[in-house]
């Protein structure tokens, strides 16, 4: 489209060029450089014969035009790198690189603090990387110096966030972050109540999208210790479960059917939730859907929302526009998220390491951390708005000084169980390590990896104190 682009505008300032000397050179026999001479003139200086032919005189009155209108993108592009440096110089400003259909919306969004990225890094000290993979990587690598030290959001399909090595190299994946923002914004904590924490989730549809989702389900659908959701997939690769292979220690079960969904309708009139993930014929299959179960309602990860707009039983389908919430600079960037996670692991260093809880120490304490550990901070801080919904449904003060022990206690069990899922979907296992500390990071064992009633009071009371430091940040 770039290419495209910039090709018509060279056509555009050529056409009065190529009328011009043609009109001259061939109908009125003037020599080829003296018709090419004559016709570039037009585009300074007025034309004061009569024009010989329709040609010439079509070259006459577009030539300036063409002057001005170069005249006016010359201006423009002055403008904006004016623009940007004047921009780039502010300490929040974000600079946005990529393919105009993703740049420009998120150049709108961010207003004054966005700065359109080039083909070398621009001055600011936060960088969206949206190209491809592959062209994200290569470009990173390539500015690797003029990135040191300033904070780089790339976009990354195939790279786990939390493998991403470097305190200011953030690898965003827009699934990932579609599947936290829709269990966020469909709390289901009331739904699981009302059925005695005992529900089903369909899932029609897998791959990219259905991992994440699946994967941070498990992290923020924690609602009661007795809880069983089961997880039933259509059309997935049960791969899943191979690679993520310690998920037998979760109490939720996951199930992949082998047999299409048409196969399992009771099953289906039973569930809690159906959430459409497939991307391809939506419409096709929504209408079989409506017809074939009584579900009140259907979650869909939507395409596109225009055919939806237009079919018989519209009012039962939920859209869920994924990839517009995914590319929000605020949800790419998750400022608030990565502060209280920070503020969790500075709790830590303070409690048992006597580590001073100042502003200074917030992200030195954070820079020393490994990203497995770093990411582990990182979802327990996402789960705290799960919390503070629970909290809300329950008429619980969010409070911890106002609320009952029970609920703290209550919240305190949920926190590690989050945390138990988090390390086995890094497959990791109960086990007592031959270092004797807590955990040996090489071999993935960890002896605090058991429920919660098997735990000393000492662990039960850093799962307290982390409950405790997130309701203290999120209070006025």
Request: proline share 5%; hydrophobic share 40%; glycine share 6%.
């Amino acid at each position: 489209m770039k290419q495209t682009n910039k090709l018509l505008k060279y056509l555009v300032f050529l056409a009065p060029l190529l009328c011009g000397t043609i009109g001259f050179c061939v109908f009125e026999h003037e020599s080829l450089l003296n018709s090419v001479f004559t016709t570039i003139t037009m585009y300074v200086l007025n034309y004061g014969d009569t024009p010989p032919n329709f040609l010439v005189e079509t070259a006459r009155w577009t030539a300036p035009l063409v002057s001005a209108y170069s005249v006016l993108l010359a201006a423009s592009a002055l403008r904006e790198r004016l623009k940007n440096r004047i921009r780039s110089r502010r300490a929040d400003a974000v600079a946005v690189y990529g393919p105009e259909e993703y740049r420009i919306p998120m150049l709108h969004a961010l207003g004054s603090l966005g700065v359109a990225g080039g083909g070398t890094p621009a001055g600011t000290r936060r960088h969206i990387l949206l190209w491809e993979e592959s062209e994200n990587l290569r470009f990173y690598d390539q500015n690797r110096e003029d990135f040191a030290g300033k904070n780089v959001y790339l976009k990354c399909r195939s790279i786990p966030t939390q493998a991403a090595a470097g305190v200011n190299l953030h690898v965003f994946c827009p699934e990932e972050t579609a599947a936290r923002l829709f269990w966020k914004g469909n709390c289901l904590y009331e739904e699981s109540c009302a059925c005695g924490h005992q529900m089903q989730i369909i899932l029609i549809g897998f791959g990219k999208l259905g991992s994440e989702l699946l994967t941070s389900a498990l992290q923020n659908n924690i609602f009661s210790p007795d809880q069983r959701i089961e997880y039933h997939i259509f059309g997935g690769d049960p791969s899943y479960l191979k690679i993520h292979h310690m998920l037998d220690k979760v109490q939720d079960p996951i199930l992949f059917h082998e047999e299409p969904w048409q196969d399992c309708l009771p099953l289906l009139e039973e569930a809690e939730r159906i959430i459409v993930l497939q991307q391809g014929a939506q419409t096709e299959l929504l209408s079989q859907l409506l017809l074939a179960v009584t579900t009140p309602m259907i979650d869909l990860f939507c395409v596109n929302e225009t055919g939806i707009d237009i079919m018989d039983g519209k009012e039962r389908i939920r859209c869920f526009p994924w990839r517009e919430l995914a590319y929000r600079p605020e949800n790419i960037l998750s400022e608030e998220l990565y502060r209280l996670a920070k503020a969790v692991n500075l709790r830590y260093t303070h409690l048992y390491a006597g580590v001073p809880e100042t502003e200074e120490n917030l992200n030195a304490e954070w820079e020393k951390l490994d990203t497995f550990t770093r990411y582990s901070n990182i979802s327990s801080a996402d789960y705290h708005e799960i919390r503070l919904k629970m909290l809300k449904a329950m008429g619980e003060p969010d409070d911890p000084d106002c609320m009952t022990d029970g609920c703290m206690e209550l919240l305190a069990e949920l926190e590690h169980m989050r945390w138990c899922r988090y390390h086995w979907l890094n497959n990791w296992t109960c086990g007592i390590p031959e270092n004797g500390k807590n955990k040996d990071t090489a071999r993935r064992i960890h002896i605090d990896l058991k429920p919660y009633d098997r735990l000393p009071d000492k662990e039960k009371q850093k799962d307290r104190d982390t409950v405790r430091l997130l309701l203290e940040l999120d209070m006025p």
